[in-house]
């Protein structure tokens, strides 16, 4: 698949804003952390802008923008538009319970509590339905795995992590430590399912170029693609990333995207230093969880490139 | 009613006819226009609902040439219209027939990402997505003689390659053609359930090459002349 940036950007950024606002609202309200207004309401303002920054590039590719009201209203059968509407309906969640932390400080009321828990819920939902969007394309065997929303929930929320320690590393005296260690987690379990799909995606399945054409007894050879120019599809689904660049992309989302911000994180754990190295941590994972995201699209093969020659996806 | 196409792989000589019809009634048609890009300049391309694509099937000597075309398979369980978040593309329930609503799409390519055939391409000049539409601005126009209400593709193939007709009716020519020639589902394991059915080449007694005269003196000398002399 043609990696188009508008998208790498929309599903990093609001994947990270989602899993921040998850995070700060669950160890806010239960009060698993102590946190200051001040901490609870910039990181809760960093979260919405990073969904809205996403979710605003994702209609940077759309071909007809004038309609992409109606994408609000096939609910019931697509989980693009399930995952406009989670977005939308997250909003007036969040904003409620940042408003009560605006008028209460950190100690809000019942409420206010139960919109902030009703946010984080509908953010995984949102996360969720943004990794069916690809998840249940049949078309695309690199997809069509339950690794995918659960890969996109995990980043989220290791990303989400990150943030987290990083804006309590502005709060004074604050004990980091429990959310740093949670953060090493979550990205030790991202880096795992990561793996995994790795794996899992390595191993050729599916249709064929035989089965595409209805000859399952002999060889199937393309002659002429028919065209002698690129059309709509070889140029969506034509995209073949050199070997040499999936490799070494691959290698720095491992060193970028979960090592070097784990052993970061551990130095910060082991008292070794200062929190402010959460931020660091978060450039780099940032950097490697986007060109993850480049990878899962580039890699992706659609089977229309079996009619174009391909052997097999 | 399930309308749709069959297509005779044995008979197709894959002269793109059925292709340049397409293109010629469909551009002023409900979904028209099939915009150009650089009609006349370097690697000029554009919007095509049917493309013909050939294949060589078998390793030589036991081989042959396949050609293929493909348009919208108006599948049963079409993901295309279910993934579309607009509602702009449909399956019409009275026929079958699967349809993009242009006033309603926000070209956001996900319904081609659904689709296995590679049917539906984006218009970069509407901004909308386009495909076969089955001719369905000819195949209920009741202006047209009855045997004109068919297809553009179907009734230009010069080959009698192409069928149109209702699968749900067992003495339609085109059920009948499936039943005798064993019309098959392409990638049945998707699970689109493709209506369009493609007719496999029939099988043939290979023509005996064993009792072709071998070659005499004066031949051998003519072919050799031939080969040593430059033109
Ligand atoms: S061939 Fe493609 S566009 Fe046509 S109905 Fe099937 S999935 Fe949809
Ligand atoms: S491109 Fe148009 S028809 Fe296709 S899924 Fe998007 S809105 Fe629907
Ligand atoms: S049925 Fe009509 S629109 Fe479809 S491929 Fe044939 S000519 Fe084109």
Not at chain 2, 64 to 91: L, Q
Request: glycine share 8%; with cysteine.
């Amino acid at each position: 698949m043609h990696p188009a940036f508008s998208v790498i950007f929309f599903t990093v950024t609001s994947g990270a804003g989602f899993g921040l606002f998850t995070l700060l609202a669950i160890l806010h309200v239960f009060g698993l952390v102590d946190m200051t207004q001040e901490t609870v309401l910039w990181a809760g303002i960093i979260g919405l802008v990073l969904v809205a920054v996403g979710l605003m590039s994702s209609t940077f590719h759309l071909a007809n923008p004038k309609n992409a009201w109606r994408a609000f209203f096939r609910f019931k059968t697509s989980w693009l538009s399930r995952e406009g509407v989670f977005a939308v309906l997250f909003y007036p969640f969040a904003l409620l319970y940042l408003l009560g932390v605006f008028l209460q400080g950190a100690e809000i009321n019942g409420f206010f509590k139960a919109m902030g828990i009703l946010g984080a819920i509908l953010a995984v939902i949102t996360i969720f339905s943004t990794g069916m969007i690809y998840g249940c394309l049949k078309t695309i065997r690199q997809w069509n795995t339950a690794l995918t929303p659960a890969n996109y929930i995990f980043m989220g929320l290791a990303l989400g992590g990150l943030l987290m320690v990083s804006a309590l590393s502005y709060q004074d005296g604050a004990d980091v430590m429990g959310v740093t260690g949670l953060t090493v987690t979550l990205l030790a379990i991202a880096a795992l399912a990561k793996a995994v799909y790795y794996f899992w995606v390595a191993k050729v399945t599916g249709p064929t170029i035989n089965t595409a054409t209805g000859f399952t007894r002999a060889a199937v050879r393309l002659l002429d693609t028919g065209h002698t120019a690129g059309t709509f599809l070889t140029e969506e689904f034509g995209y073949e990333p050199d070997h040499s660049v999936v490799t070494a992309l691959k290698t720095l989302v491992f060193a970028l995207g979960f090592g070097l911000p784990i052993l970061l994180l551990a130095l910060v754990l082991a008292g070794q230093a200062g929190p402010g190295m959460a931020l660091w941590a978060t450039v780099s994972a940032f950097l490697g969880i986007i060109a993850e995201r480049w990878l899962f699209f580039a890699e992706a093969r659609h089977v229309v490139n079996l009619y174009h020659g391909a052997q097999h996806t | 009613m399930r309308l749709g196409l069959v297509i005779d792989i044995d008979t197709c000589v894959g002269c793109h006819a059925c292709a340049t019809a397409c293109k010629q009634w469909n551009t002023s048609g409900t979904t028209g226009p099939l915009t150009d890009y650089r009609p006349y300049g370097e690697n000029p391309s554009g919007v095509w609902f049917n493309r013909i694509r050939h294949y060589e099937i078998g390793d030589y000597p036991n081989n042959k040439t396949i050609n293929f075309p493909m348009s919208c398979m108006h599948c049963e369980d079409a993901d295309c219209v279910t993934v579309c978040p607009t509602g702009a593309s449909y399956k019409r329930a009275e026929d079958g027939v699967v349809l993009v609503d242009q006033t309603k799409c926000m070209g956001c390519n996900y319904c081609s990402w659904a689709c296995p055939y590679g049917a539906r391409e984006l218009d970069r000049e509407s901004g909308t997505m386009k495909k076969c539409t089955l001719c369905i601005d000819r195949i209920y126009d009741e202006e047209l003689e009855e045997i004109d209400r068919q297809p553009a593709c179907v009734i230009t193939c010069p080959a009698h390659a192409r069928y149109f007709g209702d699968f749900d009716d067992p003495n339609s020519e085109v059920s009948k053609l499936v039943r005798e020639r064993a019309g098959m589902q392409l990638m049945p394991e998707l699970g689109y359930n493709p209506t369009n059915r493609y007719l496999p080449p029939r099988l043939t007694t290979p023509i005996p090459t064993d009792d072709v005269r071998k070659t005499d003196l004066i031949s051998s000398v003519k072919q050799w002349v031939n080969k040593a002399i430059a033109r």
